[in-house]
């Protein structure tokens, strides 16, 4: 089995968010699952957040949007694979 995850942490939230929802629109048939998470509500939302992504793409195609992501200024980015054989 294998799984590749896309670890998401954004900083300055109100500034790059529009630019990676933009990133995650385009490549969203990739996306199998999307978990975000922030601190705060209403008017005491947080400026940092943390996104969780499954992907369910090729190799090649994971590592292009995951280095699409990592370059939008106040977002670090990690592309994990997982892998063990079945039994």
């Known amino acids: 089995m294998k ?3 896309l670890l998401v942490l954004i900083g300055k ?3 790059s968010a529009v630019k990676l929802q933009q990133i995650l629109t385009a490549w969203g048939c ?3 699952t999307r978990l975000g998470l922030h601190s705060g509500v209403m008017e005491n939302c947080s400026e940092s957040g943390f996104l969780f992504l499954e992907l369910y793409g090729s190799d090649t195609d994971n590592a292009e ?3 699409k992501v990592s370059v939008i200024p ?3 980015s990690k ?3 997982l892998e063990h054989e079945d039994e």
Do not use: C
């Open 3 to 5: 799984k590749t995850v």
């Open 13 to 15: 939230r109100k500034e």
């Open 30 to 32: 990739l996306i199998k």
């Open 65 to 67: 949007l995951a280095r």
């Open 74 to 76: 106040g977002i670090e």
């Open 79 to 81: 592309l994990v694979v």
